[in-house]
């Protein structure tokens, strides 16, 4: 079994990482990277616990070897925080009590920045697709839908704030 060397920019940082072939991107985060903030749950591609931003796209990190992801920018959700704060998104989820157990959050935060990167002004049913690879148990998915639809208005509001 031949390792090989793959680079990746995560949040921000370039890394170059030894890997073994078929080493998937979650494997990589949580055990070579340390950020686990990014959730293991099925390795099957059914949950969304593992959903990370790859170039911009919401992507669940269980399904993907490293290997084709070569060159790749990934985002996880210790990328998504400020320094100071939380992001928009966080404030909406935790505000807007979408948040239960935790186990999904960071799997459907980073499903809804995926949206909001490209829809800025999303739909219900926009919002209702996007997090509809990812599995909560605990909110009914209700507070979640409403959860994107607010972050959708403060990311908004915040841009409109850093435009004046």
């Given at each position: 079994m031949k390792h090989s060397v793959v680079s990746l920019t995560i949040n921000g940082t370039e890394?170059?990482?030894?890997v073994a072939?078929?080493?998937t991107l979650v494997?990589?985060?949580?055990?070579?990277?340390?950020?686990a903030g990014t959730r293991r749950g099925c390795d099957q591609g059914a949950c969304g616990?593992?959903?990370?931003?790859?170039?911009?796209?919401?992507?669940?990190?269980?399904?993907?070897p490293v290997e084709t992801i070569e060159g790749a920018r990934v985002e996880t959700i210790e990328g998504l925080t400020?320094?100071?704060?939380?992001?928009?998104?966080q404030e909406a989820f935790l505000e807007g009590f979408a948040t239960q157990c935790g186990f999904?959050?960071?799997?459907?935060i980073m499903a809804t920045a995926g949206l909001l990167a490209r829809n800025p002004n999303p739909s219900r049913d926009d919002a209702v697709r996007a997090i509809s690879g990812n599995i909560c148990r605990c909110t009914g998915y209700e507070a979640i839908?409403?959860?994107?639809?607010?972050?959708?208005k403060r990311m908004q509001a915040a841009q409109r704030s850093e435009a004046a």
């Open positions: 890394r170059q990482m030894l072939p078929g080493t494997e990589v985060l949580r055990e070579n990277q340390g950020l616990t593992c959903t990370v931003l790859v170039d911009g796209k919401a992507m669940m990190s269980c399904l993907l400020p320094m100071q704060g939380l992001h928009p998104i999904c959050t960071s799997g459907m839908i409403d959860a994107v639809l607010d972050a959708a």
